[in-house]
């Protein structure tokens, strides 16, 4: 029992140490960069044009992002959810199964807000920017 235990925590670390290894500082450095500029377009859409009821993320992505395609092709196969606290867009960015959040940004700071692959490994795919930590800082 206890060399169960002991394989299957050193199984989870292993699979946290993979997780920040297979995304490299270049790449989220590019992915990053790339949300941040996601993030301020989001948020001109939503003032400018309002998100319609029934609007999906994908959608709003693409109608945000405009002609510059380029900057979901950088994010590539993970996943973008997006949320909006006291109207100010948030965007997080995870794993493109969805289980673990890489980059999350809101559009109320002028600094990018949290590097997950980094500084969290293995983060679940869930928001953590509120009002109170972020937006009203």
């Not at 140490?17 to 790449?27: N, R, T």
């Not at 380029?70 to 199964?97: M, P, W, Y």
Request: charged share 20%.
């Amino acid at each position: 029992m206890k060399n169960a235990l002991r394989l299957g925590v050193v199984l989870f670390f292993l699979g946290l140490a993979v997780q920040a290894c297979a995304y490299g500082a270049g790449d989220m450095s590019k992915k990053a960069s790339a949300l941040d500029k996601l993030t301020r377009k989001v948020d001109s859409y939503q003032a400018e044009f309002g998100v319609t009821p029934g609007m999906s993320v994908q959608d709003l992505l693409y109608a945000a992002a405009g002609q510059d395609s380029e900057l979901l092709r950088t994010l590539g196969k993970d996943q973008v959810h997006v949320t909006f606290i006291s109207g100010n867009a948030v965007l997080l960015l995870c794993t493109g199964d969805g289980r673990h959040a890489l980059l999350e940004n809101s559009a109320c700071t002028p600094r990018f807000d949290r590097q997950l692959w980094r500084d969290e490994p293995g983060a679940p795919c869930r928001f953590t920017i509120t009002r109170e930590n972020v937006c009203d800082n």
